[in-house]
T-cell receptor, first 116, second 110 residues
Framework: EAQVTQNPRYLITVTGKKLTVTCSQN?????MSWYRQDPGLGLRQIYY???????DKGDVPEGYKVSRKEKRNFPLILESPSPNQTSLYFC???????????????FGDGTRLSIL | DQQVKQNSPSLSVQEGRISILNCDYT??????FLWYKKYPAEGPTFLIS?????DKNEDGRFTVFLNKSAKHLSLHIVPSQPGDSAVYFC?????????FGAGTRLTVKP
């Protein structure tokens, strides 16, 4: 089954404790991205990756890091989490960004992070 | 700066009637528009899209209309069904950048 898998689904942690949210897709997609969803703001793009070893900042990259060492994985890293990073996070992938219009993004089921 | 806006946070309609969800945008460079549907505890799923060179795209019960001069698009669902109850996000693309609206929660009452 084609899917985007995020882990963990829920996490409560404390300020400053480094955490990683993993994202894996089994569709051989080139393009992957991370979003955060906040009330009244919709989904905002954090980082995206056009392909292996190619990553770029989205709308709201501050406080986040990503890496793309393999095609299927795109982890989101919070080196020193702060309470304003409490949010619902989604990973997404598509065949290619250039044809994203015909190959819409597939989303994971989300990770709810609470930073105390 | 929110370039894609969904001004109605919620909409309630009766089963069998038409649901109309609206979306406004400010960036005239957007070249593709999409609607996603989201159920609780799940990620958004793609519903329908439209290129900026078209003004209408239809897929079964779902039709998206684009008015470029007004920078407005809308999603029509006819007839609405209780299973359509979800949050609907409008999205617009320019280059590698995808911008989403804040979403509209649709409730279809039996």
């Amino acid at each position: 089954e084609a899917q985007v898998t995020q882990n963990p689904r829920y996490l409560i942690t404390v300020t400053g404790k480094k955490l990683t949210v993993t994202c894996s897709q089994n569709m051989n997609h080139e393009y992957m991205s991370w979003y955060r969803q906040d009330p009244g703001l919709g989904l905002r793009q954090i980082y995206y990756s056009m392909n292996v070893e190619v990553t770029d900042k989205g709308d709201v990259p501050e406080g986040y890091k990503v890496s793309r060492k393999e095609k299927r994985n795109f982890p989101l890293i919070l080196e020193s989490p702060s309470p304003n990073q409490t949010s619902l996070y989604f990973c997404a992938s598509s065949l290619s960004a250039w044809v994203a219009s015909n190959q819409p993004q597939h989303f994971g089921d989300g990770t709810r992070l609470s930073i105390l | 700066d929110q370039q894609v806006k969904q001004n109605s946070p919620s909409l309630s309609v009766q089963e069998g009637r038409i649901s109309i969800l609206n979306c406004d945008y400010t960036n005239s460079m957007f070249d593709y528009f999409l609607w996603y549907k989201k159920y609780p505890a799940e990620g958004p799923t793609f519903l329908i899209s439209i290129s900026s060179i078209k003004d209408k795209n239809e897929d079964g019960r779902f039709t998206v209309f684009l008015n470029k001069s007004a920078k407005h698009l809308s999603l029509h669902i006819v007839p609405s069904q209780p299973g359509d109850s979800a949050v609907y996000f409008c999205a617009a693309r320019v280059n590698n950048d995808m911008r989403f609206g804040a979403g509209t929660r649709l409730t279809v009452k039996p």
